[in-house]
């Protein structure tokens, strides 16, 4: 396949995932119900922002034009792809790399994100058979010539083992902060609730840990984040709730809630899900440091001075996981 016929076939499936299918909505429908973290919303968001972010003509095109992408088919590397699972569609950006640089991709999707994935690349190879030559699924991957994994600290030692041997990119655990400065707008607080509450936090780069300034006022910030009020009705987010409210209670832990989300004072960037939480700064705080020294644990960065509020969940095509230039990698295989 030419870059042409595969920027071709990646238009036609941004036409695809944008319709109302009755096929594509089965599949959907079927998501939900067999990964209840999955919930409809989040996997329309999921939808669009691959729609709008990686699939545009000009976007496909660019990307293409900035590392040099030939049009004519290149003798290929398979490159072994482990998907994680924690939100819908979220190995795609690296199916999409691994695709439009012309190489071969073996992948093995996660069993919590398996009919979305696969349901894609089907459509893929039944508009165009060659298709079929580049894009397979297996549930162990053998014989590639470098791999791209995506897992746990625990499955990273895993795919270390494994993989280590070769060209890799392994990630593992990450997530992401904000820093607010107590001069955000009400929009601007309801969009920081949408970097944190999209896919019930799940993500890597969900805001799961705020910086404060001292005397911070959280009324605000708890209003705004009513407006994920709703998740208390899925069992699944509601149990965690519950869960977690009930240790910082018994713990004696300081706490804020909304009936909804939790903040409690902590400094770990990690939150459990329906929790949030905080690390307060004073004038003297050498803040910055302090965000660098934690750096192999971040993936995005949210406020005035950083990624912009609302948009921690819709990265573009160059803002690769970790921050690893995804397709420089597959580049510097053919060196």
Same mark, same amino acid.
């Given at each position: ?141 053998? $014989? ?61 780069? $969900? ?129």
């Amino acid at each position: 396949m030419t870059l042409q016929e595969r920027i071709t076939l990646l238009l036609r499936l941004r036409e695809y995932i944008l319709s109302n299918s009755p096929e594509w909505e089965a599949i959907k429908e079927r998501a939900y119900r067999e990964n209840q973290w999955f919930i409809p919303e989040f996997i329309e968001t999921s939808v669009k922002n691959i729609a709008e972010q990686f699939l545009s003509a000009d976007s496909l095109k660019g990307w293409a034009k900035s590392y040099e992408l030939l049009d004519q088919p290149v003798l290929g590397h398979k490159i072994g792809i482990v998907m994680a699972g924690n939100i819908p569609l979220v190995g795609f950006h690296d199916l999409l790399c691994v695709f439009l640089s012309g190489q071969e991709a073996m992948i093995k999707a996660s069993s919590k994100d398996e009919l979305l994935i696969k349901h894609l690349v089907n459509k893929l190879i039944e508009w165009n058979s060659a298709a079929q030559h580049v894009l397979q699924f297996a549930e162990k991957l053998s $014989n590639c010539s470098a791999y791209i994994a995506t897992g746990s600290n625990n499955s990273s030692r895993y795919f270390d083992y494994y993989f280590g041997k070769y060209p890799n990119i392994i990630r593992k655990n990450r997530t992401s902060i904000a820093v607010l400065d107590g001069s955000e707008t009400a929009e601007e607080l309801a969009l920081l609730a949408d970097d944190a509450m999209l896919f019930f936090g799940l993500g890597c780069r $969900n805001v799961t840990q705020l910086y404060v300034p001292e005397l911070y006022d959280f009324v605000p910030l708890l209003t705004a984040f009513k407006k994920y009020a709703h998740f208390i009705e899925y069992h699944k987010y509601k149990h965690n709730f519950d869960y977690h409210l009930a240790l910082l209670i018994m713990g004696g832990k300081y706490y804020m809630n909304n009936d909804t989300t939790i903040f409690t004072p902590n400094e770990s960037p990690f939150s459990p899900v329906s929790q949030i939480h905080y690390v307060t700064y004073g004038q003297g705080t050498a803040l910055k440091e302090l965000i660098e020294s934690k750096k192999e644990l971040i993936q995005c960065i949210v406020g005035h001075e950083y990624t912009p509020f609302g948009k921690a969940q819709s990265p573009g095509l160059n803002e690769y996981p970790d921050g690893v230039d995804t397709m420089a990698f597959i580049a510097s295989l053919s060196k």
